[in-house]
């Protein structure tokens, strides 16, 4: 299926302290639509109408927001996270 219409935004928010990681991400769908099906190879055959339908409030909209935090023991680690 192609997107018809609909926004979609991504918030990524990153803080690191003293080795420690506090991650916070947010999806925002908006108005998502889709169109026809597109025949297509490398086309998803997961059941995407049925869990957007799911997701969406009774304004058509969707937000997850997606918090993650850890601590880095060794350099290489503290240092693979910053990038």
């Known amino acids: ?13 990153y803080h690191i ?24 190879p490398s086309a998803t055959h997961l059941p995407v109408l049925f869990a957007v339908a799911l997701l969406k409030d009774k304004n058509a909209s969707s937000t997850w927001t997606c918090r993650s935090e850890g601590h880095s023991t060794t350099r290489s680690s503290a240092s693979a996270a910053s990038l």
């Open 1 to 13: 299926m192609a997107i018809e219409k609909g926004s979609f935004s991504v918030r990524v928010a």
């Open 17 to 40: 302290e003293d080795r420690k990681l506090a991650a916070e991400n947010n999806v925002y769908l908006d108005q998502l639509t889709f169109g026809e099906k597109v025949d297509s």
